[in-house]
């Protein structure tokens, strides 16, 4: 391991209460705090962590889905194209995208994809019906909601009722 890896895996030493404090408001004044301590980065996301591995160990194993096997630069690979097709659709930073499918391989893609797009993942209860989906949906102010085919009787009826949502996939 090198030294640099060294200084990321280092932990640093434990909070003051004054700086436990910080951790419950956000401004200009924690967020210099928090690059102060946590310098290693400035923006640590799965979406990084995931092109890491990929850089580090690009044909170890990172996921496996029933028959299906992806090391970490296929992971990498798949994940990308999820993020380019919604930055097509206009997603930017702190978007919402809304999803509602089963736990699939496809689930997280779109879950990966999404981080390294920027925007922020909802995962929409898929036991959930109709009026109470476009609830959670409107309430999160998504612009993208992707439903999976097998799921989309259950939004059909409501679909108009989503006014945020500029792209349904």
């Known amino acids: 391991m090198s030294r640099r890896d060294d200084r990321l895996e280092a932990e640093p030493p434990p909070l003051s209460e004054a700086d436990k404090a910080l951790y419950n408001k956000l401004d200009e004044e924690t967020t210099r705090f928090l690059r102060a301590r946590y310098n290693r980065i400035t923006r640590w996301v799965i979406a990084d962590l995931l092109q890491r591995s990929a850089s580090r160990t690009p044909e170890k194993t990172a996921l496996i889905f029933g028959d299906t ?31 509602l499918a089963h736990n699939t391989l496809h689930h997280v893609l779109t879950w990966l994809g999404t981080a390294k797009a920027g925007g922020i993942y909802l995962a929409v209860n898929y036991l959930l ?41």
């Open 69 to 99: 096997v992806l090391t970490y630069r296929e992971l990498e690979e798949a994940t990308n194209r999820v993020a380019h097709a919604l930055l097509d659709l206009g997603v930017e930073r702190f978007d919402r995208v809304a999803v």
């Open 129 to 169: 019906r109709g009026k109470d989906i476009a609830y959670c949906v409107n309430h999160s102010e998504s612009k993208v909601f992707i439903v999976e085919d097998a799921l989309h009787d259950l939004v059909a009826d409501v679909r108009t009722e989503m006014p945020t949502v500029r792209h349904f996939i």
